[in-house]
Structures are given as structure tokens and as C-alpha cells.
């Protein structure tokens, strides 16, 4: 009876130390940031494709989105990716991003992603003879 006692003693507490290494980054950071955001900044409606090739060239996720001038989308990270990058804390995995601007203009860009790291995708920013621009924001 007590080696069960203290069994479930030392298993709750490893539990609880689990648990709230997990949990802390989030409490004192934040939640995670999305997967990527995209922004247009032309005057004009723009189709942007985007397609995120893993660590092993497999493709992990391709949308389309349709941009309205001035418009911001931004895309949560899906759960399988948040476990993926959480254990253990500060975990990076490499992922390249493909933009493809009205079935014309290509940019790629390979990121190390982690929960509070996502993509930051412009489109015509500042330069008109290369429209997609590709960074990263961290917090």
C-alpha cells in the first residue's frame, strides 16, 4: 500500500513538472504566433499560392488566396505543427515557403520555424520589379 502511495506521489510530480515546463513559455510570452501572414500593399487585387515544403521537400500545405488591395490574411499554425514545435521548448524546424503571384512571379525562402517565429510575406512593398518580399517575425 505505501510503495503505491508514493508511486503515484512521485508520478504526480513529474506530471505536474511536465506540464508546467510546457505551459510556461505561454503564460510569460503569449500564444503562439500564426504560421504566416500576408499582406498586399498594391492598389491592385492579386492571386497569391502559397505552398510550405517540410525539412524532407514534402509538401505540408498549399492554399490560394484571393488579395483585395490593402488586404492582410494570416494563416494559424495547425495543431499537428504547434506539438511538432513545442516538445521540447524552443524547437526549430526548417520549412520553405513558396509564393507564387498570379501564376507568375515566384519567390521561395526556407525558415526555421518555432511557436513564436512565423512568416512575413509582403506583397509589393517597395519594390515593383520584384513584388514578393519574404521575412520572418519573432517575438
Given at each position: 500500500?505505501?510503495?503505491?502511495?508514493?508511486?503515484?506521489?512521485?508520478?504526480?510530480?513529474?506530471?505536474?513538472?511536465?506540464?508546467?515546463?510546457?505551459?510556461?513559455?505561454?503564460?510569460?510570452?503569449?500564444?503562439?504566433l500564426?504560421?504566416?501572414?500576408?499582406?498586399?500593399?498594391?492598389?491592385?487585387?492579386?492571386?497569391?499560392?502559397?505552398?510550405?515544403?517540410?525539412?524532407?521537400?514534402?509538401?505540408?500545405?498549399k492554399?490560394?488566396?484571393?488579395?483585395?488591395?490593402?488586404?492582410?490574411?494570416?494563416?494559424?499554425?495547425?495543431?499537428?505543427?504547434?506539438l511538432?514545435?513545442?516538445?521540447?521548448?524552443?524547437?526549430?524546424?526548417?520549412?520553405?515557403?513558396?509564393?507564387?503571384?498570379?501564376?507568375?512571379?515566384?519567390?521561395?525562402?526556407?525558415?526555421?520555424?518555432?511557436?513564436?517565429?512565423?512568416?512575413?510575406?509582403?506583397?509589393?512593398?517597395?519594390?515593383?520589379?520584384?513584388?514578393?518580399?519574404?521575412?520572418v517575425?519573432?517575438?
Amino acid at each position: 500500500m505505501k510503495k503505491s502511495y508514493v508511486l503515484l506521489v512521485v508520478v504526480s510530480i513529474v506530471t505536474l513538472i511536465a506540464i508546467c515546463l510546457i505551459a510556461m513559455p505561454y503564460i510569460f510570452i503569449g500564444p503562439p504566433l500564426p504560421l504566416f501572414s500576408i499582406h498586399n500593399n498594391d492598389i491592385n487585387e492579386h492571386e497569391a499560392v502559397i505552398e510550405i515544403f517540410d525539412s524532407n521537400n514534402e509538401s505540408v500545405f498549399k492554399q490560394t488566396y484571393e488579395m483585395a488591395p490593402e488586404a492582410m490574411i494570416s494563416q494559424s499554425k495547425p495543431l499537428w505543427m504547434l506539438l511538432q514545435l513545442s516538445i521540447p521548448p524552443e524547437n526549430e524546424e526548417n520549412y520553405t515557403f513558396k509564393v507564387t503571384l498570379d501564376n507568375n512571379v515566384t519567390n521561395t525562402h526556407q525558415i526555421g520555424l518555432q511557436v513564436w517565429v512565423m512568416a512575413d510575406i509582403m506583397l509589393y512593398e517597395d519594390d515593383t520589379e520584384n513584388p514578393i518580399s519574404i521575412g520572418v517575425s519573432v517575438v
